[in-house]
């Protein structure tokens, strides 16, 4: 059974660089039959897929978030990596590290708070 455990700083000041791994157990991150999704959900509001990363290696952005956003892997340590910058308290919210089949997702990480403040 697959596990995911999202880790990184819970609170970031304006403007710098968000961190955040996800390691994987019970799976290969290099599957081909899985991808490797980051969401998040800002209080109040739904949630939004920020991106993935699959199998083969490809990355898929949401064109909102492109430009700030870059998701890459470690397949040594079988963890994945989201990295967000020029933060703004709107990036303030609960993010999710998923695997998705077929553009669906099927198991998520428990979610780690992240609050961007000065």
């Known amino acids: 059974q697959v596990r995911l455990q999202e880790s990184g700083p819970g609170l970031v000041k304006p403007a710098q660089t968000l961190s955040l791994t996800c390691a994987v157990s019970g799976d290969a991150i290099t599957a081909t039959t899985y991808c490797w999704n980051w969401i998040r959900q800002p209080p109040g509001k739904g949630p939004e897929w920020m991106g993935v990363i699959c199998g083969t290696g490809t990355t898929i952005y949401n064109p909102s978030l492109e430009s700030r956003t870059a998701i890459s892997r470690d397949t040594s340590k079988n963890q994945f990596t989201l990295q967000l910058t020029s933060l703004t308290p709107e990036d303030t919210a609960v993010y999710y590290c998923?695997?998705?089949?077929?553009?669906?997702?099927?198991?998520w990480g428990q979610g780690t708070q992240v609050t961007v403040s000065s």
């Open positions: 998923a695997r998705s089949y077929n553009d669906c997702v099927d198991s």
